[in-house]
């Protein structure tokens, strides 16, 4: 079974704590960011993967102008996926101990956004449901060129906050009620790994 290495969570849970987010760069081996790659990438070929959609339930859809990635939920029986959802059980343990969030699962996606797609700015807590309390955001592509563009850009309330280009092996996290952000295209495809905390809604 694979595991990923034990992680010190400090600075993410100050920086959640100051500042509602937290940029936290290389914080696996980009050994264990290549072996996510290649399930997602082995994943997609095996046609594993959907179109995501926008909205809930019956109401959801298919709006490419609104975003345009592919998604494939991960799930125990995984083998990268499944190390990585032990790996953010840990994360969770620490949020509950430190913030006292009431955090009682965590759920995520491979996504897969092909060249030029985007994600319109967005927030990910859902009008009807108090359910997402933080939100993850892991980058899978190594040695991510500047140029290629695919920033995570995250808005206050008059400026942009902070943008993060999708380079493997860096991990963001950020309230998930009132943070506005998107995703920009890019020029080659872009893969990472989307996550929530949840608590019971």
């Given amino acids: 079974m694979q595991e990923f290495p034990a992680t010190d969570w400090r600075d993410a849970i100050d920086s959640l704590a100051a500042r509602r987010y937290a940029v936290l760069p290389a914080i696996l081996p980009a050994a264990a960011s ?3 790659q290649t399930e997602a990438m082995t994943l997609l070929r095996a046609e594993a993967f959907s179109p995501a959609r926008v909205g ?3 109401s959801s ?4 102008s609104i975003r345009g990635d ?7 029986g995984m083998g990268a996926g499944a190390a990585y959802l032990r790996w953010m059980e840990g994360l969770q343990a620490e949020l509950n101990r430190e913030l006292f969030l009431g955090l009682t699962e965590f759920e995520a996606h491979y996504a897969h956004y092909p060249q030029g797609a985007f994600y319109q700015r967005h927030v990910d807590r859902h009008r009807d449901s108090n359910a997402r309390v933080v939100s993850s955001v892991f980058y899978l592509n190594p040695d991510w060129p500047a140029a290629a563009g695919g920033e995570l850009l995250m808005h206050g309330e008059e ?7 999708p380079q493997g092996g860096t991990l963001v996290l950020f309230m998930s ?8 295209p890019a020029r080659q495809e872009r893969w990472s790994i989307a996550g929530w905390f949840r608590q019971r809604p």
């Fill in 56 to 58: 809930r339930g019956e």
């Fill in 34 to 36: 290549l072996a996510l």
């Fill in 61 to 64: 859809l298919r709006a490419a």
């Fill in 177 to 184: 009620e009132d943070m506005p952000h998107e995703v920009l």
């Fill in 159 to 165: 400026a942009v906050l902070f943008s993060v280009l």
């Fill in 70 to 76: 592919d998604l494939c939920w991960l799930d125990a």
